[in-house]
């Protein structure tokens, strides 16, 4: 921005002299004169380096349900998988259906199975899917909280071929 001549100072301050204030303000307004910006002193040698950028946050650990590859979730999308393993939760309240399927993750987890289907039992028709059954609304709760946490690998909707809506595949992590 440029420095205003003394000329064009005065028919500013002309200008400002007209002005009515919408609310009581000083009088007199005053232009400073701006001060001459000292030049920067020349730098001899190299220039010093840049702060290093922060270290980038930690991952977080991985959720079950988070850490399936592409070849992975093309299968399953696709109905390819067969479950090693099946829990049907038909005709369960909530507490027999946590209680068998805790006890499925066990027996599955114990015979080296990979992927699990279980099925929850599709909505009513004609009710938004968030009208769903209490049992499906509780199993992702149940794996995140389940000692058997740190061995789901993933949990999918299933392929129409398995139950669709009505059922999910729990892929459990391969054992090392």
């Known amino acids: 921005?440029?420095?205003?001549?003394?000329?064009?100072?005065?028919?500013?301050?002309?200008?400002?002299?007209?002005?009515?204030?919408?609310?009581?303000?000083?009088?007199?307004?005053?232009f400073a004169?701006?001060?001459?910006?000292?030049?920067?002193?020349?730098?001899k040698?190299?220039?010093?380096?840049?702060?290093?950028?922060?270290?980038?946050?930690p991952k977080p650990k991985p959720q079950p349900g988070t850490t399936l590859d592409g070849t992975w979730d093309?299968?399953?999308s696709r109905?390819?998988?067969?479950?090693?393993?099946?829990v049907d939760l038909h005709g369960h309240h909530l507490a027999s259906a946590y209680d068998?399927?805790?006890?499925?993750?066990?027996?599955?987890?114990?015979?080296?199975?990979?992927?699990?289907?279980?099925?929850?039992?599709?909505?009513?028709?004609g009710e938004p899917p968030i009208a769903r059954g209490r049992i499906r609304a509780a199993v992702g709760d149940w794996l995140a909280a389940s000692p058997y946490a740190g061995s789901i690998a993933a949990v999918r909707g299933a392929h129409p071929r398995h139950g669709g809506v009505g059922a999910l595949y729990i892929v459990l992590r391969r054992r090392r």
Do not use: Y
């Not at 004169?33 to 730098?43: L, N």
């Not at 109905?79 to 099946?86: A, I, K, Q, Y």
């Open 1 to 30: 921005m440029r420095d205003l001549s003394a000329e064009e100072r005065a028919l500013w301050a002309k200008v400002v002299a007209t002005v009515q204030p919408l609310r009581a303000m000083p009088a007199v307004v005053e």
């Open 33 to 43: 004169e701006p001060e001459p910006e000292a030049p920067a002193p020349a730098r």
């Open 45 to 57: 040698g190299r220039v010093p380096p840049a702060r290093p950028a922060p270290p980038p946050p």
């Open 74 to 76: 093309r299968r399953l």
């Open 79 to 86: 109905g390819l998988v067969s479950p090693d393993f099946t």
């Open 100 to 125: 068998l399927l805790d006890d499925s993750l066990d027996r599955a987890i114990a015979s080296g199975a990979r992927v699990i289907l279980l099925i929850t039992g599709k909505p009513p028709k």
